[in-house]
Each structure stands twice: as structure tokens, then as C-alpha cells.
């Protein structure tokens, strides 16, 4: 079965601008969620979306947001972009929690 | 605030002998552990996991510990091959509705031919 899919698999965009990332999950999980990764960071988790709902949110500002569709498809998008904000964008996706997740290989997005 | 913690950035062993990548953790709700694989441009694939109510769990060449006095828990990998070569990260998760995996920062494992 195919696996969870990421689009675009790279980006660049200026300061300012705004972007959106789309995650296509295995089909029939309904959790999706989305982690950044960087450097000095690691891993590190931005939200998750349960059956449309956002179910958790991590430490990030509000220029970082997202939504589930009905289709169990996910976007996360960020505003205002800065410098800082360049990373691996990943999605996982699961049945139900965290034993079962299984990511896609991210957005590699850098801000100029 | 660092809850998984993974102080090694990276180990090179070499190819047949064993790899041991350690990990921390400071949150005593976590429960449930898990490692991930990682190579450059592409995401993290599940490794092997180990709930609380246990101290060890193996599959095959991966074997993982938990000490959970010392908040503490190792992946073993033996015997250790070149294409074992890649990024691992701890996770860790609280059981329930929490749908929240913690990492960290990742051990770079390189194994020599």
C-alpha cells in the first residue's frame, strides 16, 4: 500500500512570503501529524490532527498553523516567513497513536 | 527544556562488532520508548519500541533496554553492518490521547567496513 506522501519535496521562498505543505496519509489512518526538523533541534513536534481535529499543538508560534480534511489529507502552512524557519517539514501518519506511525520523507523548505 | 536526550552526536564502530546508542529521558510520565532509523532525504523509519512494563525488547539484530530507575534506556545492535550507517533518534510518548512523540537530538552511527 502506498505510503504517507509529501509535496512539494522542496521549496524556496523569501522572508515574508507564506507557504503551504501538503501530507497525504496511508490509507485509513486518521491521525496526522507534523514534525520540523533542524540541526541544532532535532525533531521536534508542531501539531496533530485527529478526524479533522487538532488534538495537540507543540511550542510553536502562531505563524504556524494547519488543518485535516475529511479525506484525512493534511496542510500545515506558515506565514510570515523567516530565515529560522528553514528544515525538513515531516508528516506522520497512524491508525489512532503514536505506536504506528509511519512518516513521509518531508518538505525540505528554505527561507532566503 | 531537553526531555530526551541523546548526548552523543555520533559512533563509529566497526562492521560485525556491536553498536550500543544510549538515551536519556527526564520525564517520568513518559511510558512507552521508541527508535528510529533515519537516512539523509528521507523520514525516519521505525526501528523498535519498549513499553514501561518492560526491560528489554529484541527483534533480530536490534535489541533495546530500559532502565527505568535511571531514566535510561540503549539500542543495541549486534552484529553492526555498513548499511546500519545512519541517523538514530530516541522518541518517547505518554500513553493515552497524547499523541506526542518526544525526540532527540540523534546519534550519527557510522559502522566501518
Not at chain 2, 539484530?61 to 540503549?74: E, I, M, Y
Request: aromatic residues 12%; charged residues 15%; positive net charge.
Amino acid at each position: 500500500k502506498a505510503g504517507v506522501t509529501q509535496t512539494p519535496r522542496y521549496l524556496i521562498k523569501t522572508r515574508g512570503q507564506q507557504v503551504t505543505l501538503s501530507c497525504s496519509p496511508i490509507s485509513g489512518h486518521r491521525s496526522v501529524s507534523w514534525y520540523q526538523q533542524t540541526p541544532g533541534q532535532g525533531l521536534q513536534f508542531l501539531f496533530e490532527y485527529f478526524s479533522e481535529t487538532q488534538r495537540n499543538k507543540g511550542n510553536f508560534p502562531g505563524r504556524f498553523s494547519g488543518r485535516q480534511f475529511s479525506n484525512s489529507r493534511s496542510e500545515m502552512n506558515v506565514s510570515t516567513l523567516e530565515l529560522g524557519d528553514s528544515a525538513l517539514y515531516l508528516c506522520a501518519s497512524s491508525l489512532r497513536d503514536t505506536y504506528g506511525y509511519t512518516f513521509g520523507s518531508g518538505t525540505r523548505l528554505t527561507v532566503v | 527544556d531537553q526531555q530526551v536526550k541523546q548526548n552523543s552526536p555520533s559512533l563509529s564502530v566497526q562492521e560485525g562488532r556491536i553498536s550500543i546508542l544510549n538515551c536519556d529521558y527526564t520525564n517520568s510520565m513518559f511510558d512507552y520508548f521508541l527508535w528510529y532509523k533515519k537516512y539523509p532525504a528521507e523520514g525516519p523509519t521505525f526501528l523498535i519500541s519498549i513499553s514501561s512494563i518492560k526491560d528489554k525488547n529484541e527483534d533480530g539484530r536490534f535489541t533495546v533496554f530500559l532502565n527505568k530507575s535511571a531514566k535510561h534506556l540503549s539500542l543495541h545492535i549486534v552484529p553492526s553492518q555498513p548499511g546500519d550507517s545512519a541517523v538514530y533518534f530516541c522518541a518517547a510518548s505518554v500513553t493515552g490521547a497524547n499523541s506526542k512523540l518526544t525526540f532527540g537530538k540523534g546519534i550519527t552511527l557510522s559502522v566501518r567496513p
